[in-house]
């Protein structure tokens, strides 16, 4: 067996580099046909370890209603199509490019309705920024002057609360305490100085258990001014976990349609969790111990190591990987039930694929 | 835009200083009337911020089963009844006033049925000490002897577990492990010598699902004796959130009958947070970071910032929020269900407003 | 009173030598007979503290359905049950032996279908491995090279996941991902060489809701290759938290049918927190602080202390008790729905005995 596990790793490295060889795990070659590495070759999933590790049965018992075979149809449908991408075609969280008024990076969002698909052929009612959920990433820098102009399109009052960023009262999107509420079919204009920086968020505070739990929410990422001030890393990766529209998501989307989180061996990814549902997701990565660096964009003093971060709904948290090992980890929230059913795995999951 | 916003700075801290030129926010203004600065001059609510940030429509689309006016009507009702004050008579954490017998201070509760108001003209059956709800705050220094007497009026046994207060295993307060059930009519003395600081809390621990679900529940402050081994405060603030008894609430009451948590500018305040419920309740301050200093009365050894802090049910958490930024600050639960629905917030909402 | 205090503690310290005298606190004198140490003699629970701290009146008020007196026969009956101990036969955790291939280590495991009783006279459907819920513990140090032989005997495909332990992606365990699902009647062999110490996991990761639900499921505990990196401890315990199969239960059993806690005075004991459920469970020690020293097999940087710490899914922690105080103290889950009911503690509590 000793030996076996060496030609794993051969197996491993050889598919890594772009499932060239015919050999290797198939699946993990779809990855990254997905990832856009290499041409999805379809083989059976049981090429590499069954020949050496599993020893099979004559035929599966029924259970759950369906035989076994059946149920591991649906689930391996589920990781097929994951693998393959592509399974819907809107996507949330795109860079808001800011228009310059002087030296003021001008944001403009608008509120409305739509159909959001969040998952293949699901589609609901969502209330969304600029038709995405989530709603464009804005991204700024630390003493950036930043306006962000909103027009409501929605049915309902609303206004905006920049969650963790710092700003001057006025300009905190409280309505009735802070300002009046924005009238459907008017606009508001909010206005102020970066001072913070960090992961944060933008959603609504008006109605807002509705009007988030609806869509009415997207990032907000401050850049430090002193670059070596910020955390080490060579590639990102947002997760906005939500329980609300369209059930169980990741970025607005429901397993298999969520995306992988991808990087190189050796690299140093960090990973920027925001709850903006009503439940906690402790977000499970298989494989690559999680450095914990931030809170809700405040750097720690002592950053931990964990494998399970709990995420309460309105946190941030920041975490660096570091990429060490080559392979598709499965990455979920480990409330089971927000992740798989008896047909598969759904909702808060994804993967973590690091390419050779 | 640039210059509105110096505006937007004069009028508001004009009226942070007392509302008294008639212009800046007028909510805020009846905040400071709240806290008994000024008189709640009543205006539009659209004055400030309206007029230079605001787009306004013809009208507005209905949404919700209301018109978004009805909605914003009740909304707004919410905020003025909270910033009016006095929605409710009744108070729960009064200090308890102990009597000394020779070094020993004496703390008398007593256990009975009452319908408390949670919020204006909602009561509901609550079993309290002392009438209170929560129970009077018993508040000791390190190395005090100290005796707490126990009436129980209610209709079941009883006992009291003084819960992160290091005491003898004999006053534990666990009827059947550490003592008999104080059944109803009877009287307990439980008396310890107090060996550990920090924000503790004392509540039923005989049919406690029920009970301290009821309301049998306080909060149990011990100072150091060496106060240059507490933190640095300037003021503070005791904050025991619940889903129980009366809803979501704060101190007992669901918004807007909450209390404002009140500080000037430049103070540190100091926030203790104790649940007593049986979920978890992420409070998120608005405006300002929150350091947090202590767990379950144990100084941490790295204070760490953050804006939302999770608050399991039995945890206690200090923190220190620096007050440098004037105005009235939304805090309140993140899982919004627990804050806000269609017709307003409600539950565990209130705000820190911080007086220039 | 003062007086009363050190008779106390001559009592307890009698009785916790061994209940000899006859005096004491009954029930803590059964708990040491629970633990083997001495004859579980009934005696009224009455005798100590009543005499002292007791004022009692003539008779109990009728409540909830039951008299005061009914209500507390039911919940001493909890009580004396959990203190005699034995409430049910079988037992999970058990030390798994490897049988040794060379300078492998190698586990087998069977997943099967079993009642299991969770508590005394009431069984369950549970899907268990070698018959037991939790599953053996399998227990190695780091460097040690591992094989784990898997037989499926489920209704449904399975493969195991090992959470928390660093090992090669194809060892992973995600079926369709990095493995082919072990079908009812066939076995799969993991095999990898041990990387990280620490409290972690295996369990089920195909159809997991339901087949981790159901309790495939157990501890994979890894000590340090350099036992002086280890945390200091003289004993520990390892709590298995569960919400699912058998409702709320610890180590697979519901009050009164866990089993105690048992150190001695002067020892230091480490806790491991597994948290195999879908809810959170903030686990209360009353009595004693715990120190928190690691997250999910990860030492910390900086250690903390409290005494109700949060486990999420998916989470473990350790953290040491320095058992300075002999006695009997409560230690459950804190929302207090998982722990009792009109009729007494039930599901996620048990007690930590320190004997002198």
């Known amino acids: 067996m000793a030996k076996q596990l060496a030609s794993d790793l051969i197996s491993r490295r050889n598919f890594l580099k772009g499932a060239s060889l015919g050999v290797g795990i198939p699946v993990v070659g779809t990855v990254l046909a997905a990832c856009g590495n290499a ?14 590790n599993m020893t099979t049965a004559p035929q599966g018992q029924a259970g759950g209603g369906m035989t076994a075979d059946e149920m591991d149809a649906h689930h391996e449908a589920g990781i097929k199509a994951f693998l393959a991408g ?10 808001l490019e800011p228009k310059m008024d002087g030296d003021v990076k001008v944001f403009e969002l608008t509120s409305s309705v739509i159909q959001w698909e969040y998952a293949k052929d699901q589609k609901v009612e969502a209330w969304v920024y600029n038709e995405q959920l989530p709603g464009p990433v804005i991204r700024v820098t630390e003493g950036d002057k930043v306006r962000v102009v909103l027009k409501n399109q929605l049915p309902e009052s609303t206004a905006i609360h920049f969650h963790g960023v710092l700003v001057p009262n006025n300009m905190d999107g409280v309505p009735f305490i802070t300002q009046p509420p924005i009238k459907p079919g008017a606009s508001f204009t909010y206005e102020f100085t970066i001072r913070n920086s960090g992961s944060h968020m933008y959603h609504s505070h008006h109605n807002a258990t509705k009007q988030v739990g609806k869509g009415q929410l997207g990032a907000f990422i401050v850049d430090p001014k002193d670059k070596s ?4 890393y060579d590639v990102e990766h947002l997760m906005i976990l939500n329980d609300q529209v369209g059930g169980f998501t990741i970025n607005g989307k429901g397993f298999p349609a969520t995306e992988p989180v991808v990087a190189k061996k050796g690299q140093k990814l960090r990973i920027r969790y925001m709850n903006e549902g009503q439940l906690i997701h402790p977000m499970h990565l298989h494989g690559l111990p999680q450095l914990v660096v931030a809170k809700d964009g405040w750097p720690l003093p002592q950053p931990y190591m964990c494998d399970t971060l709990n995420v309460a709904p309105g946190e941030r948290w920041d975490v660096i990987v570091d990429c060490t090992e080559p392979g598709a980890w499965a990455f979920h929230c480990h409330i089971l039930s927000h992740a798989e059913g008896d047909n598969g795995m759904f909702g808060m999951v994804t993967a973590l694929v690091i390419q050779e």
């Open 229 to 232: 001030k910020d955390f080490a």
């Open 39 to 52: 041409p999805a070759t379809a083989q059976s999933p049981t090429a590499m370890p069954a020949d050496h």
């Open 86 to 95: 592509k399974e819907t075609t809107t996507k949330g969280n795109q860079p």
